[in-house]
């Protein structure tokens, strides 16, 4: 849910390493300076609908592949 995107955000920035991956990846992605401070703003932004026009667009039926690892299970 979103309170766990967004809650789980300062505490990701609580250790050095942290903080330096956040701004290695405000560096990749081109994220902009402000990106953590609007970072809530934009998860609360993201609606139902915003989720599944991405999942659409991205993901594919025909490419699906499942694989399960362990022991096999005798019913």
Known sequence: NKANFTGSLPLSLETNEGVA??????????????????YAEMINAITREDVLKAAQKYLSPKAYALSVAGPELRL
Do not use: H, P, R, V
């Open 21 to 38: 991956a956040a701004i290695l990846n405000m560096e990749t992605f081109k994220l902009g300076l402000d990106y953590l401070q609007n």
